[in-house]
């Protein structure tokens, strides 16, 4: 809800500073809008986290917050109700069923989309007042197994670095982290710091070869899942070493003696490299670089994270750093690159099922009794609650009756996500709250509620360094939205709990500040989150306040930060001390096998986020990656008899989908990687979640996402397509069926089998034209060669191109198809006489107007138009290529991608910069 004077700046015309509504890294943003909501958007020079630099999903924020697609009023049942009569039937319902059922038949499943302030009435609505512990988040699939490290080892859920320290590191090692597409603003300032000081070295321990390698000076190709085995691998080396820091570890640390020993055992088992699948000499080079070099940082992410064994290969590499005392000191440290705007924030506020508010424990009675006497809650939760997959199999079992889903769409991106779809479609009570209308969740919801969005809602976010941002309202909500925290608030105030009479977004963080403080000192109950000293801001300090790191303190009447933690100990165990966690490695939870001898990696690519539900809206981010993938090594596409550009069908013991092939010898053997956006509404059998085993960590309860056993085969489908047109179409009705919005309009792809083409009784141009609706007056140009399977229509409006349409059935359907790039621009444009000629055909008349599938995204550059450059011009580095077509010179996202193309078209490479 925007406060009177953003809504006067922003009508001024004022450039408001707000934050990103995306990964983890927190990025400032500076927006202007004007009366038709169109913005305009730069990244916020005086921001930390990222300087000025945006991404293109960052960029591309103003292009999302339109109204299409937006859910904008309540509705019971289908039918639109005013929110007075919504949050009375809502909280009439959850009373019913916690009278017949108890509490604990009451979900809620929220988001590291929310905002703290939203984080912080759910937790205190369920685990409060409600009684239910049954809070979970989709935080859970991202970082919880990062929780549950820092909490083994320091005692809390502490990052002990900043972003700084990447500049000051001398050696940096990615442990499965794709930084380059995941979190690239993060990746450049890695980029930038690389150059200023070349003798930086960069590791990356992945199984598969990414982008983020181009600028990786050792590449360690491990084996899915054998993280712990090379970090106890390097423990037992360092112990060998001068680098163990014998002082650090006698005066702050416990614990090494029972780590070392199991580590040992860990890696007597047999020949290290061979387990692991790499190189002898590499790994001897990076236990040699490590070693040797004192300022060394471990960033990780979801290759860590997403494990059955999470838990323990975040304490696998946070155990070689306290044997040093490489942490919380300039340039030295373990990191976790979270994935989400405020999975921190959802953190300091218990946001997942097995916390309490700032940072305190469930398990703990003085913990319980503190949070109760702050909130004089008539109750308080004596026990964890359910972890997401938990919470889901308790929805099919019907314990859980209730479940307020909110910003996030666990349909698509859960494990074993149909029986998810299947629970929630047979669970008595479904709420959603979110901004667009038509989700996988919504389909299945009782009741629906009109969430605000990114630039409409006012709050604050916490980044992976611990940075609080103010994201702040812009405009005014559409149409009948509101604040999560205030649609929890009415409920609450309904079912007759006092406590909720929040005013705004301020009222709320004061609170949750004020709690942070409560008796948080030595003797009592000291904890690391600390924002005490923001519990007195006014609601113009509030406007007006600047990323600051917590814990913070107030000194001299000026807030202080705090940049690092740890260098001295000062952890926060009941002793002081860390904890050097002994682990061992094991196998993953499900092994490939004869029926399923593949293992399916999952993750993010380039320019979209989670489910597609916002950077599906905007075309540019499209535009690089249209559809589902699954990336193969050559030899394991040569062996399944597949092409790029088939489909793959992916089948485990969970579910099916479908992906387009892509082939690269960045790929392991044996592995298969599909990304994980897409969902039910944009696509028939492209959810990838529906495959995922829910293999748990049994620590931090977060899925297994990166190794599911999968059979492949080439989809039996002889019949492909596509159609564009200006305006959208629903999801066709084949077996696969994508579709994607382009530069002006939209585009359907699909395939179907021969039966189900022979079920429709009509031959191809007739089944065709059945499937698109264009003006009557509009003139169609056609070609059609039935006996060869092809047909191709074109329509032309007023001498524009509205639509188009291809079809091929025969044995090499797809590759008779025509190219899609040029057509993409071609729509709704103008159609020339030239252009009229070769139409049909889907080919330029004029080839140097083709540019190619789209690399750069910011500045609609593409493969071909890169391509004729380097020769032409003789372009051989990244540098010279941005300098002749811009590409690469906004957010950098797509410099590894010139990079290879650079690779491919002049060996060797002068420079990667």
Known sequence: MMTESTLNASLSGEAIKTTCAYCGVGCGVLATVDADRHFSISGDPEHPANFGRLCVKGSALGETVGLEGRLLYPAIGGVRADWDHTTTYIAAQLQDIIAEYGPEAVAFYVSGQFLTEDYYVVNKLAKGFIGTPNVDTNSRLCMSSAVAGHKRAFGTDTVPNSYEDFEHADLLTFVGSNAAWCHPILYQRIKKAKVSNPAMKIVSIDPRKTDTNEIVDLHLPIKSGTDVLLFNYLLVEVAKSPALNTAYIDQFTDGLADALLAAQQDVASGDVAERLGVDGIDLTRFVDWFVATPKAMTLFSMGVNQSGQGTDKVNAIINVHLATGRIGSEGAGPFSLTGQPNAMGGREVGGLANMLAAHLEINEPSHRALVQDFWQSPTMIEQQGLKAVDLFDAVATGKVKAVWIMATNPIVSMPNADCVREALANCPLVIVSDVIADTDCTRVADVVLPALGWGEKDGTVTNSERCISRQRGILAGAGESRADWWALAQVAKKMGFEGFDYQSARDVFVEHA?????????????????????????????????????????????????????????????????????????????????????????GRIRDQWHTMTRTGLAARLTRHIGEPFAELNPKDAEKLHVSSGDILQINSQWGQALARVIISDGQQRGMVFVPIHWNGINSTQSRIGAVVNPVVDPYSGQPECKHTPVMLKKAALNTHGFIMSLNSLKLMNTDYAVNVRSLNGFRHEFALTDDRLHETNANLSEWLLSQIDVPVQAERMEYIDLAQGIVRFAWILNQQLIAFAAIASNPDARATLPPRSWLDDQLGQEVSNVTRRTLLSGLAADPNSDVGPIVCSCFSVGKNTITRAIHAQNLTTVMAVGQCLKAGTNCGSCQSEIFRLLEQECKPVASAV
């Open 514 to 602: 004020a709690l942070s403080g409560k008796d948080n000192q030595e003797g009592r109950v000291l904890r690391d989150f600390d924002i005490s000293a923001l519990s007195t801001l006014t609601q113009d300090e509030y406007d007006a306040l600047n990323p600051i790191q917590w814990p913070i303190q107030l000194e001299k009447q000026k807030l202080v930060g705090t940049k690092r933690l740890f260098e001295q100990g000062g952890f926060f165990t009941s002793n002081r001390r860390a904890k050097i966690v002994p682990v061992q490695n094991v196998s993953t939870g499900n092994v490939t096998s004869n029926d399923f001898p593949y293992a399916l990696n999952t």
